[in-house]
């Protein structure tokens, strides 16, 4: 069993910064990645920033340079520092968990239940 917790989130301005937190525990062989996703009202989930243990980071176009994912814990723990938040930012971020469950032999995805992160004048 695995379970994904997030924290973080809340309401801003615009331009202001909000710092998300993630972790995965139980029953872990091997983390893949873990990565940030929002889905805003109407919209798809998408993808935000994700990372690898040994570093290796992507980002959404929309969030490159305001948007920086960092990790540790041999990457079972992710954060996702948010800058110069825009309005069009505001959804809810959910944390997934790529990872490899002991016994189970294969690569599964676990999310967290989700942040609500609002940006309004």
């Known amino acids: 069993q695995v379970q994904v917790e997030e924290s973080g989130g809340g309401s801003v301005q615009p331009g202001g910064s909000l710092r998300l937190s993630c972790a995965a525990s139980?029953?872990?062989?091997?983390?893949?990645?873990m990565g940030w996703y929002r889905q805003a009202p109407g919209k798809q989930r998408e993808l935000v920033a994700r990372i690898s243990p040994d570093g290796r980071t992507n980002y959404a176009d929309s969030v490159k340079g305001r948007f920086t994912i960092s990790g540790d814990n041999f990457g079972a723990t992710a954060f996702l520092q948010m800058n110069g938040l825009k309005v069009e930012d505001t959804a809810v971020y959910y944390c997934?968990?790529?990872?490899?469950?002991?016994?189970?032999?294969?690569?599964?995805?676990?999310w967290g239940q989700g942040t609500r992160v609002t940006v309004i004048s």
């Open positions: 139980g029953s872990i062989y091997n983390v893949n990645a």
């Open positions: 997934n968990a790529d990872v490899v469950p002991h016994g189970l032999g294969m690569r599964s995805n676990y």
